[in-house]
């Protein structure tokens, strides 16, 4: 099974007895497993979409660490990270690096890399990194096909298992892909079949005879919905003309509903979700937002309503709009994390503002909260000792500066450690940069939340091995955002 347990089954407990199956021979003697790999075949796990040029990782950052080691690390990253960490993560999951030492045809970190993807939200991406991989076998098929589900893109997947059926994870996908190839008769004998043979659940029976044959249902009860739907019973529901809704499944369905025939307020909050785990463009966010005029008052349409009156105050240029917009507009987002999404779109053109009072002070840490905090945080005079602070953060030297609180105490002693802290020195000096970067970035979340022990070891981590961007960027996150929540 997958790790992720509402993807589709990776691997059948039992061989599916279909024609199609391809025959095994043996001669009765004793044999060993043997596994070949052609030598000019790359390891999935060394795969990526960001070349080091882009990344600025080096090749062998994994170092002597075991796929296992590294699995496990990956499946213990909780979701809700600082955006800093989602930016590292993502980075470190799409990165081209060589495969550990102890890589084999199982590619264990692959697959984990996969599953962290389709955990943040990120199905595009995790497709895109599976086309690049190749369906070699039935995890990865599985994998690819889910994550096509989700996207609209299944027509691929499918076209490849018509080429090669042993992909198939389960009857189930067979049927579907036997479908949408346009053999619909062989998919209505295989769903038979399987009924006789007992290889489909209840629920996928039931589901797969409406889509196959949908006028014979037509006037029946809808369905019971799935608690916990596979992307594939979930495409089946909405293909039978009973859609189950994503805002209450796991985050990678609000991909399915950014395509086009799903209503705006849907697409808005499916939008919200993946902005903020990081994993969509924040102007896909913002076309949304600026579609048309809110349908309602409360929840989504209150943030429509409240970033739609910003965007006209600063094309209008009147200060006191902007000033009046910029705060409700803050505080109507916050309500739905969304702040840093806010700060991505708007800090520049608040730098620009020369806003004073409480929206100069609010402009100020939207720009800290921007890619461009550094430049921000120069041309900014300070109006009081937690803007100084910020300020000294942002430039990346807090000496001589006082700490306003224990958090930011905790921060500066970070900062003024030149070494990995203890606890990750050991996978540093060996050479497992990766690990010690995925330990590090599950501290930051436990130091966000108030442990100020590792709330200083990953900011020290971070500096220590030249991630000095991520350092700064996590460490004013969590004094704007955690202070704001």
Known sequence: MSAIDWLSDSVSSDPLAFPWNEPTTSDGAGTESI?????????????????????????????????????????????????????????????ELDPPSDSDPSHALFLARVDALMELGA????????????????????????????????????????????????????????????????????????????????????????FLDPETFSGAP???????????????????????????????????????????????????????????????????????QPAASGGVWDRVAAVQAFETALAAGNHEEIASTLVHAWNVLGEADLQPVFADLYADKLADAALGGEAGHLAFEVGLLSPHYESIALEHQPQDASEKFLKAVARGDVT????????????????RMSTPPERLAGLVNDGNLGEAILRAIRMATDGAQGDLEKLRDAVALFRSIGLEDTARRFALQTMILVEDA
Request: net charge negative; glycine share 6%; proline share 7%.
């Open 35 to 95: 596994s070949v790999t052609p030598l000019d075949e790359v390891s999935p796990d060394a795969v990526g979409l960001l070349p080091t040029s882009v990344t600025g990782l080096p090749r062998t950052l994994w170092g002597t660490s075991s796929s296992e080691d590294l699995a496990r690390e990956l499946e213990q990253i909780q979701t809700g990270l600082m955006p800093a960490m989602q930016d590292l993560l993502l980075t470190l999951l799409l990165a």
């Open 123 to 210: 199905v595009e991406q995790a497709e895109a990194l599976l086309r690049r991989a190749g369906p070699s076998d039935e995890e990865t098929f599985s994998r690819w096909f889910d994550a096509s589900l989700l996207t609209g893109t299944e027509d691929a997947a499918c076209a490849t298992l018509k080429i090669k059926p042993d992909l198939a994870p389960n009857l189930a996908t067979r049927i579907f892909c036997l479908a949408r190839n346009g053999d619909w008769h062989a998919a209505a004998v295989t769903l038979e079949t399987g009924r006789a043979l007992d290889q489909l659940t209840g629920a996928e029976d039931a589901i797969l005879a409406r």
């Open 222 to 292: 809808e369905l019971a919905p799935p608690t916990r739907p596979t992307p594939l019973v979930f495409r089946l529901y909405e293909s039978v003309g009973e859609p189950i809704p994503s805002n209450i499944l796991p985050l990678p369905f609000a991909q399915a509903d950014l395509r086009l025939n799903t209503g705006w307020k849907s697409q808005i909050e499916a939008a919200e979700r993946l902005a903020r785990s990081g994993t969509l463009d924040e102007n896909r966010l913002l076309g949304l937002y600026t579609e048309r």
């Open 400 to 415: 001589g500066i006082s700490a306003p609180d224990e958090t930011s105490a905790a921060i500066a002693e970070g900062f």
